[in-house]
Structure formats: structure tokens, C-alpha cells
């Protein structure tokens, strides 16, 4: 159902249109974004549709999980731009908070989740997947749906959220939806804007490489010779640093290797380009 979606900004106001359509006995799906908005997140509001009544997207850049030296100030914004592209996708409401709904003065609460969350995003940015965890929660402990749909493309961030929900008995089922790709591959991103167009066209190498790689962990080549080998040409090319090319188990996060990995295995990728930090992951 097309249309312009209604924007709320408060708990509130959130709170009453999500009552009035359960009211009529209605579902709810959340696709939380922080705006920027491209067909990964259209994605995610199609796998929404199929699963509930109506969707609620939001849309806010949550400087929890941005650290100081991060791009919070130059996240790319644009509220009416995303605002139509969900009302084309069928999105019935959008909540779009200020940061001081989201944190008032003297707002102290953080959620911080183990295990998962330790290795790679965990070590590279120490920061971020407790602002995630926190704004997540609050999102769906405001919002209340009955679905919230998340990528595969921050993999890492899913199993995250699949965690905190659980721990939290949280009434959401958590999903995940597939990474959606440029033609050549790149996973869609909101940083992708920051590329330029020589750096875009590099950009391009990194599912190359990755897809190379996941072929040979599939032959049975050691992870630690693979991940070096993918570092190398990344390095090659110009990307740097190369945070990571690591295999790690798609459950546990459990770091897998140095020799031949089995099943389960997925394979991580963080490399910046200029100022541009790229992630990715594939299933090997
Ligand atoms: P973001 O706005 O970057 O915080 O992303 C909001 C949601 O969209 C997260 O669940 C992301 O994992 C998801 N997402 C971002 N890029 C993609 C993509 N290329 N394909 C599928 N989902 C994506």
C-alpha cells in the first residue's frame, strides 16, 4: 500500500499508533535504520510486509555507537528522500526521534551483551555494539513489534541483537535478511556515498577477493593462509588499513582456523578505502 507514511517523533505518539492497529487486531514488523536509505533497508521492509500488517521504519543516527573520531557529524541525513523511498516500499510509519527523546539528561542506562559481540566489530570499534544493543532495545521495547528485521550485511550486529532479545525476553522474533549488492557485488551501504569514483570502482575488489577466498576455505585451504592471502590483495590494491579478513563460526562468533574450517563457517571482512571503512561477510 503506497503512500506517504506519517512521521512521529515521540514514544508517545509511537506508542498510540501501534495500540490503534492492535486494536484491530493487527501485526507489527520494526526495520530500525539510522536513514540514508537504499534498497538493503527496502529489503528489509518487503521481508516486514510478508511477515506483519504494517511496518514501522525508524530513522535516527545514534550517537551511542559512533566513538568521537567517528563520522556521527558527516552521517549522510535526508528525511524527506527517505521518507518517499518507504512510502514506495509500503511503509505505514516512520519514528524519527530526537536524540534528546532517545537520551534525555540524565539518561545512565546501558545494555552490553558478551560473547558475540567480542571479537572483530567488538575489538575494532570497543564503542559500538553497546550503543547498538541500547538503542535496539529501547527501539523495540517503545515501538513493541512483533518482528524486527535486520541484515546479514552487518552480520555481527544481528547475532548481537538475536542475543540481546533473548536475554531480555524480549516478545520480538528477531530476523534476518539476505545482503542486498550493487551489480558488481559491493554490499550496499550508507558509507558507500562517502567513495569516490575511482574508489568506488576499487570498492568492487572486495567481493572479488572475498568470494575467491571462501572458494578455497570450501577447498580445504587453511583459514590462516586464505585470510592473509585476501589481505594481501586488498593491500595490493589500496586498501588500508585492513581491519580484518577473518573466518569465524556464523553461530558462536568463535574464531575458526589457522587450519581448514568446517561447516558453519562464515568469513569476515572490515578494509578501509581512503576515509571510507567497507565490511562485509559471506557464508563459506
Ligand atoms: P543502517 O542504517 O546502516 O544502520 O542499517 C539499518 C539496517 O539495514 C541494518 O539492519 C542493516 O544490517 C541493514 N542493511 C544495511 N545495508 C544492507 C544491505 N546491503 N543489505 C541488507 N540489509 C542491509
Known sequence: MAGSPQIVRTVPDLRARVAAWRAAGETVAMVPTMGALHAGHLSLVKLGLERASHVV???FVNPAQFAPHEDFDAYPRGEGRDAALLGEAGCALIFAPGVAQMYPPGFATRVAVDGVSGPLEGEKRPQFFGGVATVVAKLLIQCGPDVALFGEKDYQQLLVIKRMARDLDLPTEIIGGPTVREADGLAMSSRNAYLSVEERKTAALVPVVMAQAVERL???VAAEAVEA????RLEAAGFGPVDYVQAHD???MER??????GAGARLFVAAWLGKTRLIDNWAV
Do not use: K, Q, W, Y
Open 229 to 232: 592471502e585476501a589481505i594481501a
Open 218 to 220: 570450501r577447498a580445504g
Open 250 to 252: 556464523g553461530e558462536t
Open 256 to 261: 575458526l582456523g589457522p587450519g581448514p574450517v
Open 57 to 59: 521504519a525508524s530513522i
